[in-house]
């Protein structure tokens, strides 16, 4: 048990100097005073000591006390070799109908794996258990390069106690809609702007946009606007444009609302969803009341999910890049890990767009649209 509790306490002191908190050449506290703070007992904080001597990082002298002695051991040291990863996670043998964020974590695990790095999973679903995390963080001490995190409640505190710890840590999506570091997200902009420009391509002069309020740098907001961009520079106007929105992302929720606004507004000659269950109750409502897909209506979702390709007809997706963001969010907290730094700049991964049954697209045509990517 104190051997568990010295280990536990090296390692907290490791961090205190790795993060400039105990600086070279400070003198250290005490052992009566540090026993006293951390309620240990003096043979504890003498044996965490006797560990930070071994590893050259303090020297104790007689009647003098203890000194940070160097500063701690680079970043990305070959014994450094654990990923932490947060976030809602299913397990492996697990069957979910949301997998992107196991798709995700995966892609991640195969490219930190190339580099000799192993994933640990530090949290599932719920609420953070901050607690919780940071014994385990304790426990891994130096061996842990970094962490990558997917969005789940709490996640400021971790992060603020990972800077406080010196820790790189790298968010899928953004921690917040300030937030301009750190971050792996799909280029939901671009991607938008790229539907718009298709529709005023094609003449889409009545078009229906459905998905889930709009909120400041969410997923929803970035496809509208950049729909609304890209229709505009396509030549059309905003006022054959109807954003409704759901109650829900599901199958109900997208035919509902495809049904209210044809009752009261005729049928739409293109639909964009921001998810593709709404887009396939759209196509439900179409092919119960005789509306050819895509003859009559032309419909795009944008996630991206497994059962849209197998759906009749197939749907045309604004694909989230899954696997292309966990393979970059691994290789930015690599470069974080090498660089020794722990800001840059946040990253988007490009979201194709996956022509198929309900709004085919010639590929001549779908090079033309491609935008850049966003920087």
């Not at 052992?31 to 965490?48: D, F, G, H, P």
């Not at 040291?77 to 697990?94: D, Y």
Request: glycine share 10%; hydrophobic share 40%; aromatic share 8%.
């Amino acid at each position: 048990m104190q051997e568990a509790l010295s280990r536990q306490l090296a390692n907290t002191f490791r961090n205190k100097i790795r993060s400039g908190e105990w600086a070279v050449g400070e003198r250290l506290p005490t052992t009566r005073a540090l026993a006293a703070e951390y309620q240990v007992s003096l043979n504890t904080v003498q044996s965490a000591f006797r560990e930070l001597e071994a590893n050259d990082m303090v020297v104790r002298h007689p009647r003098r006390g203890g000194f940070v002695k160097t500063k701690a051991p680079r970043e990305g040291m070959p014994r450094a070799t654990t990923v932490g990863m947060v976030g809602p996670l299913p397990s492996m043998g697990e069957q979910v109908f949301h997998g992107w964020n196991y798709r995700i974590a995966h892609a991640a695990e195969a490219a930190l794996a190339k580099q000799d790095f192993h994933v640990s999973l530090l949290s599932a679903d719920g609420p953070l258990d901050l607690d919780r995390v940071r014994a385990r963080l304790d426990h891994f001490g130096t061996d842990l390069a970094g962490l990558i995190c997917l969005r789940v409640p709490g996640m400021q505190g971790l992060l603020d106690e990972l800077d406080r710890r010196n820790i790189p840590w790298v968010t899928i999506n953004r921690a917040s809609d300030h937030f301009v570091h750190n971050f792996v997200t799909a280029d939901n902009l671009r991607g938008g702007e790229m539907v718009g420009r298709l529709f005023a391509k094609l003449g889409f002069d009545h078009v229906l946009m459905l998905g889930r309020p709009l909120l400041t740098g969410g997923s929803e907001s970035e496809k509208y606007f950049g729909f609304m961009r890209g229709y505009l520079d396509g030549g059309m106007s905003t006022r054959n444009v109807d954003y409704i929105v759901c109650p829900d992302w599901d199958e109900p929720s997208g035919y509902e609302a495809m049904k209210n606004h044809t009752e009261r507004y005729g049928a739409p000659r293109g639909v964009f969803c921001v998810g593709d269950l709404l887009a396939l109750g759209a196509i439900r409502y179409c092919r119960e009341h005789n509306l050819s897909v895509p003859g009559d209506v032309g419909i795009i979702g944008s996630t991206g999910l497994d059962v849209a390709e197998y759906s009749h007809p197939s749907l045309t997706v604004l694909q989230q890049p899954m696997e292309a963001m966990g393979i970059e969010a691994a290789r930015m907290l690599l470069e974080m890990v090498r660089e020794e730094t722990r800001r840059l700049v946040g990253r988007y991964v490009p979201s194709p767009l996956i022509a198929r049954e309900s709004l085919p697209v010639e590929a001549e045509l779908l090079n033309q649209l491609t935008p850049e990517p966003r920087r």
